[in-house]
């Protein structure tokens, strides 16, 4: 006789099981094996939620996934169909690219450059800047919509301001920063 049932076969020892079980690390999956017959992985991670089970130590199998060999595809012969002695010779005479090896990355290091390589990206050219008289210069809350928005200096740093002069009509920057941000296209004449 089984006692304490609830809906959908969960009996008290069942309940019981699933919780000492789940607080042991196990995982929803691991818990319907143990838990046997018509017992789903989705019954139990159901069971949980409405138990309201959160914390549990570490899962017990922490030992990380072997990946599958990737496979390489076949080899499709290239252009049109030559006799077997003239593709292999021209292939022995084609030299091979040199192939190098990627470096190793982990993590959030793949995206990571070098101090040379920002040095060579971060280059900006050296070009002529408008002056601005101190008093002049505007900070972020002194802007409104007659005034030019283009920012000059480093924001982090003190000496940060925008230039103020007054702007276009067409845009939010006064004619000599838009010639900067907006370079025509030459037409092509024919």
């Not at 009996?11 to 079980?21: Q, S």
């Not at 408008?130 to 920012?151: A, G, M, V, Y």
């Amino acid at each position: 006789m089984v006692t304490g049932t609830q809906p959908n076969g969960w009996t008290d020892e069942r309940v019981e099981l699933l919780k000492k079980l789940w607080m042991e690390g196990l995982s929803a999956s691991q818990i319907a094996g143990e838990l046997g017959e018509g017992v789903t992985r989705n019954a139990v991670i159901g069971k949980v939620h409405r138990l309201k089970l959160s914390a549990r130590a570490k899962p017990t199998n922490t030992t990380p996934r072997a990946r599958p060999a990737p496979r390489q595809a076949p080899r499709r012969p290239s252009g049109p169909s030559l006799s077997a002695g003239v593709s292999s010779m021209a292939a022995a005479a084609k030299p091979r690219p040199s192939v190098m090896p990627r470096p190793q990355v982990m993590g959030a290091t793949a995206l990571a450059m070098s101090p040379q390589m920002e040095a060579e990206l971060y280059v900006a050219p050296a070009t002529q800047e408008l002056f601005i008289p101190e008093d002049k210069r505007l900070s972020l809350l002194q802007l409104n919509e007659h005034t030019c928005k283009w920012p000059i200096g480093d924001p982090l740093s003190k000496d940060f301001y925008f230039c103020g002069q007054h702007s276009l009509e067409t845009g939010p920057y006064c004619e000599f920063h838009s010639r900067r941000a907006y370079h025509q296209i030459d037409k092509k004449k024919r």
